[in-house]
């Protein structure tokens, strides 16, 4: 849990969950059971049984298991002639009835094989208006549970009385994401873990590369600017229901994370706090971080100014590279400052000598760090040389020339000189560009961040170079193809001094 992220602490102290599997995770596009998942999901539950965790799974799939099986049975026990009137819908109820069995005893197969216990109970929504009963269902449910066994419930929908469209005014629940929501209230959980077929939850339908995955829900910031996209292409609800079950277990106390199931250890990744998935949670607005900058914001602003500062003229970026030179001597005692509070920090820390001396910036270093930035301003401006020239035929010249490359995303080791060399190259190549140092260097890049862009004019804008602060981020950054144009693990020497 030593990496856990600060957002998410109050992991550690979580004892009971709930883990409600959508039925797009339960099963495949054809409709059939989807047994790796499923595999990978029992897997899970069993690390986590013998890690002293309560769990309490919620499951969907059972009415579109059974329509399946009937839908065969039905099609060997036709006639030709049969097949020639038009074909009924099967009764859902019947399905629901058939699938929960079949459901059940896969459930059942794959805990046997991992030596764990699973039990089956479902349940009504007229069931809850009983106070008896939920009591009753508490007090069997504990009794599960400290038998290590797996109490498995989903809505009986072969005896429902409720109707289409699944909803009604009573608000109880109406589907599988309700009634976990509501389950996380009745078995006091600690958490709830609802899987589904994508990341977490996006600012807009997952397939359209300018949504971004949401990774704490704010209600005051997100309810407003989030799109939808189509339902469940299986259930009843989708991302939708989700979240509005989300919401509700949030504020009412009950943290919830919307993850991934088709990946083989998202629970387990949950637990130990990485960055995955959507958290919802009351507090969300203290737990998010107060720096937090999307990513795609800060890669497209970077490509924005890039463009700026290609356009300006050699001798106009040799005159910024010049003035942050300046602007480095000019600052040397607060960035010497800012270093010694790192290296302090490394050494109380107990980091090994040499990490601790890439980490310093020796006396002297920083003048020579801006002598090397003159004689970068100095030579040949590497955007327009000419390459090669061909002549492919008569009056028809074909010519390469360089010119820059885009957005540069960079993750370099906790060595603060790097950050003001790659910088440096970037602005005298005309790219954009994003740095991820060492989080041993936090304090000592975060004053060279902000020396290097102020020194940067206005017409350019200080955003071309961008400060990417936790590693959390970086698979965000990763993914944006279309904005970022090289990503690079770096731990050379850029310029010479």
């Not at 479902?122 to 449910?141: A, G, I, M, P, Y």
Request: aromatic content about 4%; overall charge neutral.
């Amino acid at each position: 849990m030593s990496d856990m992220d600060r957002s998410r602490a109050f992991l550690k102290d979580v004892k009971r969950l709930i883990i409600k599997v959508g039925t797009a995770v339960v099963t495949r596009n054809d409709g059939r059971l989807a047994l790796g998942r499923l595999g990978a999901l029992c897997e899970q539950i069993k690390e986590l049984n013998s890690l002293g965790y309560e769990v309490i799974l919620v499951t969907s799939g059972a009415v579109g298991l059974g329509r399946q099986r009937l839908r065969y049975r039905k099609l060997i026990n036709s006639s030709f002639a049969d097949l020639q009137k038009p074909q009924v819908e099967i009764d859902g109820k019947a399905c629901a009835a058939v699938g929960q069995n079949s459901l059940m005893a896969l459930y059942d197969t794959l805990f046997i094989q991992l030596d764990v216990t699973s039990a089956q109970l479902l349940v009504t929504d007229n069931d809850f208006r009983d106070k008896e009963f939920r009591k009753q269902l508490s007090e069997t449910v504990t009794s599960l549970l400290s038998l290590k066994v797996v109490p498995i419930l989903n809505e009986n929908d072969a005896v429902s009385t409720r109707k289409a469209p699944y909803e009604d005014s009573s608000g109880i629940f109406w589907d599988n994401d309700s009634l976990s929501a509501l389950l996380a209230l009745e078995l006091k959980a600690d958490l709830l873990v609802p899987l589904s077929d994508v990341e977490g939850l996006y600012s807009g339908p997952p397939s359209d590369p300018n949504s971004k995955l949401i990774h704490t829900y704010i209600k005051e910031k997100h309810q407003c600017e989030i799109t939808f996209g189509d339902k469940s292409r299986v259930g009843r609800g989708g991302m939708t229901a989700k979240v509005k079950a989300a919401v509700n277990a949030a504020y009412a106390g009950i943290p919830v994370v919307i993850t991934s199931g088709y990946a083989p250890e998202n629970i387990i990744k949950v637990l130990q706090g990485q960055r995955i998935g959507t958290l919802f949670h009351q507090d969300a607005h203290l737990l998010a971080p107060v720096n937090e900058v999307d990513v795609r914001q800060m890669a497209v602003a970077a490509r924005e100014s890039s463009r700026r500062l290609q356009a300006l003229s050699s001798q106009d970026r040799k005159k910024i590279l010049l003035d942050v030179a300046d602007a480095l001597e000019a600052n040397e005692k607060l960035i010497s400052a800012e270093n010694e509070a790192d290296v302090a920090a490394a050494q109380l820390a107990g980091y090994e000598k040499p990490l601790v001396a890439r980490l310093a910036l020796k006396p002297g270093k920083i003048k020579s760090l801006a002598n090397s930035i003159r004689v970068l301003a100095n030579m040949e401006d590497p955007i327009g040389r000419l390459l090669k020239r061909t002549e492919i035929a008569d009056g028809l010249i074909l010519e390469k020339t360089s010119s820059p490359l885009g957005v540069l995303l960079i993750v370099f080791e906790s060595r603060p000189d790097a950050l003001v060399q790659i910088a440096s190259l970037a602005i005298r190549s005309g790219n954009g560009l994003l740095l991820k140092g060492g989080k041993e260097a936090k304090r000592s890049n975060a004053i060279l961040h902000k020396v290097i862009t102020e020194a940067i004019p206005e017409t350019v804008g200080g955003k071309l170079i961008g400060l990417v602060t936790t590693r959390e981020e970086i698979p965000d950054l990763l993914k944006l193809d279309d904005v970022i144009d090289l990503a690079e693990y770096s731990r050379g020497t850029f310029i010479s001094s």
